[in-house]
């Protein structure tokens, strides 16, 4: 059975940063297609970054230009490094194929506030 675990969030304040890592066990990662995905409160799960399993990546408007996905399929990870947050930003953030979902793991929160 396939589990996607996150972690890695916490509170920062705006402008700070933070990584969250997500490690999949159980799948053939190096083959999917990778996903990071956020919830705040009162809103639908959005699509904030992905990548493909080679690499290439793709972008949400409201996260480009600060926030980077990579991946390590040596270690079945998949990170996501975020800078300049913004109290925006504040939401549950969760990994997942890019389509095709596994079942979702916990998540992590991460909190952008003074």
């Known amino acids: 059975q396939v589990q996607l675990v996150e972690s890695g969030g916490g509170l920062v304040q705006p402008g700070g940063s933070l990584r969250l890592s997500c490690k999949m066990s159980?799948?053939?990662?190096?083959?999917?297609?990778m996903g990071w995905y956020r919830q705040a409160p009162g809103k639908e799960r959005e699509l904030v970054a992905d990548?493909?399993?080679?690499?290439?990546?793709n972008y949400a408007d409201s996260v480009k230009g600060r926030f980077t996905i990579t991946r390590d399929n040596t270690k079945n990870t998949v990170y996501l490094q975020m800078n300049s947050l913004k109290p925006e930003d504040t939401a549950v953030y969760y990994c997942?194929?890019?389509?095709?979902?596994?079942?979702w793991g916990q998540g992590t929160q991460v909190t952008v506030s003074s």
């Open positions: 997942n194929r890019r389509s095709g979902f596994l079942s």
């Open positions: 159980g799948g053939l990662f190096v083959i999917y297609n």
């Open positions: 990548i493909t399993g080679d690499g290439s990546t």
